[in-house]
């Protein structure tokens, strides 16, 4: 099991926020200064502090890690952090208008539970997002999986399937559940990130496999920057509203 306290450091220095996830969550999300947004799995705060710099709404983040937490707090003000699970949300009933995750759901021992604890924390009418990878995301991956394949069985076995999210999403209550996919081409001209293992599952491969995929990185990059897309699927869902009829 990894320890994320002590990946913080790593995450912190290397981990960017999807600029095509980000203007998903606040347009979708449909958020304004008045809006209470709660990211769970927060990390080190990346996706909560820049949708606050965009919208100054009402922000929480939520990490079991209190390492991850510590990197959160240094870098801002302005959202108010807090240690815990996603199973068991330490919030009211109707506390927010938005809650989402990005990258998190694979590590979420208990997938039902902490839907069940989104709705419950959600207003009527609030939005929730899941932003994960599909099955076709990990085997398209581009640097990761073209230069270390061997995450792609990892990360299937760790990855919830779609369409049992979905139907997890249903049975939780949620309505409106849409899913969608954004990418990001980019550049890439330093694998450092890829060196310190900023991303989880390149510390569950065998040291030569990932000692080959950083040689193979260095020589390409020796002759130019190495073509990426950053790929996320996004997966929304809808608390109803109440009627006054149904009151």
């Known amino acids: 099991m990894l320890d994320y306290d002590l990946l913080a450091a790593d995450y912190a220095r290397h981990r960017r926020v ?7 969550l606040v347009a979708a999300g449909q958020l304004a200064t008045s809006s209470r947004v709660l990211e769970v799995g927060c990390g080190t705060g990346k ?6 710099q965009a919208t100054a709404c009402r922000s929480w983040g939520s990490d079991p890690s209190e390492g991850m937490l510590s990197k959160a707090r240094d870098a801002g003000a302005g959202v108010s952090f807090s240690q815990g699970k996603g199973e ?72 919830p399937r779609i369409p049992d999210l979905e139907a997890m999403l249903e049975e939780s209550g949620f309505t409106h559940i849409q899913a969608r996919t954004v990418e990001f081409p980019y550049a890439l001209t330093d694998i450092q990130a890829f060196r310190d293992r900023a991303f989880s599952s390149l510390h569950l491969i065998p040291e030569e496999a990932f000692q080959q995929g950083i040689a193979r990185m260095e020589h390409d990059l020796a002759n130019g920057p190495i073509p990426c897309v950053s790929y996320y699927l996004l997966l929304w869902g809808e608390k109803p509203a109440q009627s006054s009829a149904g009151a």
């Open 18 to 24: 999807h600029p095509k996830v980000l203007k998903d």
């Open 47 to 52: 996706y909560i502090h820049a949708i606050y």
């Open 88 to 159: 068991h949300l330490d919030f009211a009933d109707s506390s927010f208008d938005l809650v989402f995750s990005v990258d998190v759901i694979h590590h979420v021992a208990d997938a039902r539970a902490y839907f069940e604890e989104a709705y419950r924390v959600l207003s009527d009418g609030g939005r929730f997002c899941t932003v994960t990878d599909s099955e076709w995301i990990i085997r398209h991956r581009r640097p990761l999986t073209a230069y270390f394949p061997e995450t792609i069985e990892v990360e299937l076995q760790r990855y």
